[in-house]
């Protein structure tokens, strides 16, 4: 089983929809959990950082984590075009381990 | 913009060669990181210095191996190259450990 699973999409949805993303992990060593949006030929950028379970909102992005069930999730509402890009969970204990990406397009 | 810079953008090389990846962090970041992105792996952690140090090691090869300059400007170099090397090489700097900020990204070609 790999440390990090990640369903790579690609995943469609019509302008101002609420985008449901989501990760699976194993290592129950993990504490810190992040979301990184990575666009086309860019490197990736930090979009939420969440230590340990709970919710954490930021503007229309909430970021939730549940540790007992080792599933992370990434909600994005209002979605724009602007939004279209590859999301990459992230978590750490001594080394991050980042899954392989979900591309998600918003249809205008 | 996140403030690191890589150099150079793209770069076409043959089997065999060796060459060398460079790494501007953001003002004040004392830790450096580099990362392989490619298709099948995603983005593989390689390894991270912190104020010139060795801090911490991922899934690097032998054949590759990094600095950190007193400067703190980073090289990562990649030797005796496979055609499976060819991938994008990020670098990324931080203050703390969560909070990492990517260049824009090498793109390396192994012909």
């Known amino acids: 089983q790999k440390e990090v699973e990640q369903d790579p999409g690609p995943l469609s949805v019509p302008e101002g929809a609420i985008v449901s993303l989501n990760c699976t992990y194993s290592n129950s060593a993990f504490q810190y959990f992040m979301w990184y949006r990575q666009y086309s030929r860019k490197g990736p950028e930090l979009l939420m950082y969440?230590?340990?379970?709970g919710n954490k909102e930021d503007g229309r992005f909430t970021a939730q984590v549940d540790k007992s069930s080792k599933y992370i999730s990434l909600f994005i509402r209002d979605s724009q075009p602007s939004d279209s890009a590859t999301y990459l969970c992230a978590m750490r204990d001594d080394k991050i381990i980042f899954g392989k990406g979900t591309r998600l397009h918003i249809l205008p | 913009d996140s403030g690191v810079t890589q150099t150079p953008k793209h770069l076409i090389t043959a089997t065999g060669q060796r060459v060398t990846l460079r790494c501007s962090p953001r003002s004040g970041d004392l830790s450096v990181y580099w990362y392989q992105q490619s298709l099948d792996q995603g983005l593989q952690f390689l390894i991270q210095?912190?104020?010139?140090?060795?801090?911490a090691k991922g899934n690097i090869l032998e054949r590759f191996s990094a600095q950190q300059f007193p400067d703190l400007h980073s090289e990562l170099n990649l030797s005796s190259l496979e055609l499976g090397d060819s991938a994008l090489y990020f670098c990324?700097?931080?203050?703390?450990?969560?909070?990492?900020?990517f260049g824009p990204g090498t793109r390396l070609t192994v012909l």
């Open positions: 969440t230590y340990s379970s």
């Open positions: 210095y912190y104020n010139g140090e060795e801090r």
């Open positions: 990324a700097s931080s203050v703390d450990a969560d909070t990492q900020y």
